[in-house]
């Protein structure tokens, strides 16, 4: 019936380009041409610029704003204060997490670089130089940089507008620089295994302040039609239609009325979730002077404003029997979440997912107690390329059962063996109440041990540490959580963490789908279309892919935490396959058979018992717009608004090896290899580009970025040239490697992986730093581990001259 | 504001303008010239983001002055394709090895991996690497980027089939 | 970040540039490279009224190779230096020395005039030069003058030409033939400063060492040449304790401020350390 009827089924399957194929990237080819359009590419007719004048310190009283001179700058058109934003209430804008964060600085900054005005004008040269000539004048008040600190009876109160609620937004507090505490687990029975532990160790771990840093910092272009009083906004947005819904409860426009575009995004990792002072100036200023107005931070600003990751300083204790069998877990974290509350979770998880601080290990109890505290530092707290929390957590556990290896003299790969949750007991509920779909650890990890030679590493070791030389073996078997989530459990400001899909077949065979996230690189035009292609039998060169555009695309909650494929990805798996049931009637009505009679063979279906007798996908298309059964609506789409059952749970088992330079405390990452499961695996070659992207950022993180502050609150080396991104020349080579356990519950069984690599990297390369010191009865090193720490390590021991 | 003129020759064209001595080439490129290909990532020289090739050198054009680059011939990724509308080898090499994700470093890393290649026609992977040292990538850890460049030097030197 | 106003002049002649000097005093800069200047003008930290292109001037290219001596002109880029088969035939060092500064792009723009002038003590050419012995030619409105290296340099930002003084190029004693040679890097990543470096340039007599000199980058508010360094191997085979001696000296004269490369302890030590790797390289380059 067509010239397709010719090909083998092998042929048929590669043209169809689906789930499990190699195909090249969709987007590549605007990239590589320089035709990406990213949110500074974006030009309006009168478009204008905007910017901000910072504070230079960290905890002042705004005295007084002079904005005289700057207005008197040549192509300067407007300077917005606190003061012009009060009548319309924008001068505050509430956190996705419940609390309040100043658009511009009212009366008091409580942190360096925090905005206080926003001067706009003809471009950013008029605008850098009206940002020069606003003049402020500022008293000094006592800086709080340690959050350890925070809690004193007499430290500074950091948030006066904040100092007589009870509640920020996340429950009861007991310090007007108190946020939150969050006490999960059984209390009772973690103490009692405690008190009968055999073994129990116990470790101060920080996870230092970082920045996600994408590669191309945040932006929006904001515009307002006077006529229709219709607003569109371009912006860096991971989360587009949530931004839309915030601007209209803030500005109070109709929801209708206003238009979220994100455009092509150079990477997100996180740092565009959040919503930023400089999208409301924006809007503000779009209204105000009727043209459109942009805002691009630059790199500083970037680093040291918008978005910060971690800063969990936690206490980890295990308890255990003689052989190394966790009974107990017991958590404390004092988390430093700035001068507002704006991390980026779930708006009921004031900690995240922190929760599944188990991790891969069967423990029968545990106890998890977090303490949320204001300093004066940036806002934010967002996941930098993980699931909520998750790194943290994961982290945490990874170091804590290498301590307790240490402690009882295990091999540590031995001590996780033996901890592992069993494949026959899937699916899992741990001690804190997560129910784990799939997995099979022993297999992974044991893989990994295959393919690096474990026991030929060890013996090498142990050879190197006769000799004085320090080699270090460092395994992470990590499991996440991810694809947030089930609307009971999961919600940002009320709405539900579903996402969709919408899919459209036109009458000659292709289709467009439009989904409710936004890919920053991940390659969602490629892996959606693929899904897709699978699923209608249509190929996947044929399906186009659009997000970011709040007028068109379905509402979702976007891209973060590894949600885009466990839950959009499933979105357009039904939404697929809605189509292909109705695609089902119409090759009955063509074939003239009952439905019944049908099967699904790749891109068709067939008559059973009659092969000759097919009705192909793009048959069937072409016929729901002309020759329909009697009474069916013509057309062939469909939508799906995808509410996961549950979260899905990636694993994975990662081994580092590093030799470390006693004299200089480099730390050479020799080998690396990372085995991850994501489950059903849409495109190989994309797994295998975000497993590398996201080792290279856990390698960044565990080696060498870090937000410094000094006493007074001064943030230290906030540029490409201190905070650290590695270059090709640093970056270690990748060996990769996977197994393969879908999820039972998605519909085809992927689980997501962008983030795996960043949660198990972090552990595996810190874990190595430490095993080369563990003869030494080294249990823990501060990341991240630079040459300097450790080098200081090593002079502490007596073996660093 | 005093302006000064400036010509240059850009992806082959002649083009002139009245700039502020203080205009970034960078800014030149993209706002006066319409070529958002390079982009500005750090400010402060280190990404490479907004690297063009400037009478035979790579340069990170957002710092260097419009005024500076007066008589210079310039090519942006918008002039990297063949002649004839095709992809050239680097260009093919970075889609067919997934050498970029997000898409944001990717004109400056061609630029740069263009003239490696022109000065070292066959450079190792340890030169590869060093030849991009300039240039930060967020997404894709370099690995696919090397062998992009690998491909394209395979390319060039004859040791490769056409691409499928 | 977007530099202030300037207006900008193009001399086409070292005369014109020096008459521009003159008159624009504190008020004009000159610009080599630029990748120093600029990035600090963006910042708002140099804000010239006036700025001064040296890119211009021909006479400040090129590098010429005679008998006894290489000089380079200041606009030479590094680049040109790492590209210059001659000069890596009689002074292998600038080279090795020249790719640990930044990345490729900066060394297309980067200029060796402008490394060694800006009294930058972050900058790795004005070790390399004190460790060969090189002078600079400084000229000015009363005409040209040279400054040792080892003599230049006086504070951070703080060097001994005059205001309206341009350096224009730099003289180095070629190497006796043999000689060895080492620049050694300890540093964060491509791109960065040191944390600290050490220059070696030694030559051997037999097996007894006749000539060395070390000089160290990012120690200390200035380079570092310490007499006591080089002159702890004169006379000895450069056996581990020679060895040892230089590198007492060499933590004895760092004495670096801590910052985010590390405590003052630690990169005194990494001086001592980069010395002592560098003296061993450069022992083991030594062709008799």
Redesign the interface.
Known sequence: MSDASEMTLEQREATIGGIGCAR??K????????????V??V?LPGQVFGDFVRSPHAHARIKSIDTEKALAV?GVLAVLTANDLKPLNLHWMPTLAGDSQAVLADEKVHFQNQEVAFVIGE???A???GV?AVEIDYEDLPVLVDPKQALAKDAPVLREDAAAKDDVGQGPRKHPNHIFNWDVGDKGATDKAFAGAAVTVKEDVLYQRVHP?????CGCVASMDKITGELTVYGTFQAPHVVRTIVSLIAGLPEHKIRVIAP????G?GNKVGAYPGYVCSVVGTIVLGRPVKWVE???DNISTTAFARDYHMTGELAADEDGRITGLRVYVLADHGAFNAHAQPTKWPAGLFSIVTGSYDIPAAHVSVDGVYTNKAPGGVAYRCSFRVTEASYLIERMIDVLAQKVGLDKAEIRARNFIKPEQFPYTSCLGWDYDSGDYPRALAKVLDAVDYKGLREEQAEKRERGELMGIGIATFTEIVGAGPSRNCDILGIGMFDSCEIRVHPTGSAIARLGTKS????HETTYAQIIATELGLPSDDIAVEEGDTDTAPYGLGTYGSRSTPVAGAAAAHAARKIRAKAQKIAAHMLEVAEGDLEWEIDRFKVKGLPEKVATMKQIAFAAYQSLPEGMEPGLEAVNYYDPPNFTYPFGAYLCVVDVDR????VKVRRFYALDDCGTRINP??I???V??????AFAIAM?QEL?FDETGNI??A????Y????????P??ETGHTVTPSPHHPIGAKGVGESPNVGGVSAFSNAVVDAFAHLDVTHMPMPH???RV??QC?ALGI?? | MNKTAVKMTVNGQAVEGQVEPRLLLIHFLRENLGLTGPHVGCETSHCGACTVDLDGTSIKSCTVFAVQAEGASITTIEGMANADGTLSALQEGFMQEHGLQCGFCTPGMIMRAHRLLQENRDPSDDEIRMGLSGNLCRCTGYQNIVKAVRYAADKLNGRQEAAE | MIPGTFEYHRPGSLDEAVTLLTKFGDEGRMIAGGHSLVPMMKLRLAVPEHLIDLGHVESLQGIEITGQSIEIGAMTTQHDLIASDSLVETCPLLREAALTIADPQVRYRGTIGGNVANGDPGNDMPAVMQSLGASYVLHGPSGTRQVAARAFYEAAYFTAREDDEILTAINIPVPAPGHGFAYEKLKRKVGDYAIAAAAVVLTMDGGTCDSAAIALTNVGDTPIHAEAMGESLVGTAVDDGAIAKAVAAAKAAASPAADLRGPRDYRAHAAGVMAGRAIKRALARVKT
Not at chain 1, 264 to 267: E, K, L, Q, S, Y
Not at chain 1, 663 to 666: S, V
């Open positions: 090249r990237r987007e590549d080819v605007r990239f590589i041409q320089g035709k990406g359009n990213y500074d590419d030009k040549p471009d950013r040269y605008v850098s130089d020069q840093c994408p590669l191309e910092p092509d995004i150079g990477g990792f630059n790199r500083i920053q690189g991940q390659g004299l200089t405390g480099e070659m994309i295998e580009g975000q590398h992207g996201g080792l290279t950022e060498g410094i230290q080396g540029s490409l040239m201190d650290f991104v590695p270059t090709a020349v640093e970056t080579v990748w630079t040459p300097w080098w200081k002079e660093g001259e």
